[in-house]
């Protein structure tokens, strides 16, 4: 990006509140509520998820949707406590 170009988004503004850390919480939202919950589980998805099953010692579902894929990775990252922030 030049100097001449507007920056397209300050992460500083939050729009709603005026809080930086509301803004982020905005992101997160209930699997259950996804537009696109029901479809297949993504790649990125696909992967994690079957890695997570190996370590875990539980059987890898292929067959679940977006919604689905990311509650059982939340289930599977407890369960491992890979991924979890410490």
């Given at each position: 990006?030049?100097?001449?170009?507007?920056?397209?988004?300050?992460e500083?503004?939050?729009f709603?509140t005026g809080?930086q850390?509301?803004n982020?919480s905005?992101?997160?939202?209930?699997?259950d509520?996804?537009?696109t919950?029901?479809?297949?589980?993504?790649?990125?998805?696909?992967?994690?998820l079957?890695?997570?099953?190996?370590?875990?010692g539980?059987e890898?579902d292929?067959t679940?949707?977006?919604a689905?894929?990311?509650?059982?990775?939340?289930?599977?990252q407890?369960k491992?406590g890979?991924?979890?922030s410490?």
């Amino acid at each position: 990006m030049t100097n001449n170009e507007p920056e397209l988004f300050d992460e500083k503004d939050d729009f709603s509140t005026g809080s930086q850390e509301t803004n982020r919480s905005n992101t997160v939202k209930d699997p259950d509520e996804w537009t696109t919950g029901d479809e297949a589980m993504t790649g990125a998805q696909r992967s994690y998820l079957k890695t997570l099953s190996d370590e875990a010692g539980e059987e890898f579902d292929d067959t679940l949707t977006k919604a689905a894929a990311s509650k059982r990775i939340d289930e599977l990252q407890h369960k491992t406590g890979r991924g979890l922030s410490k």
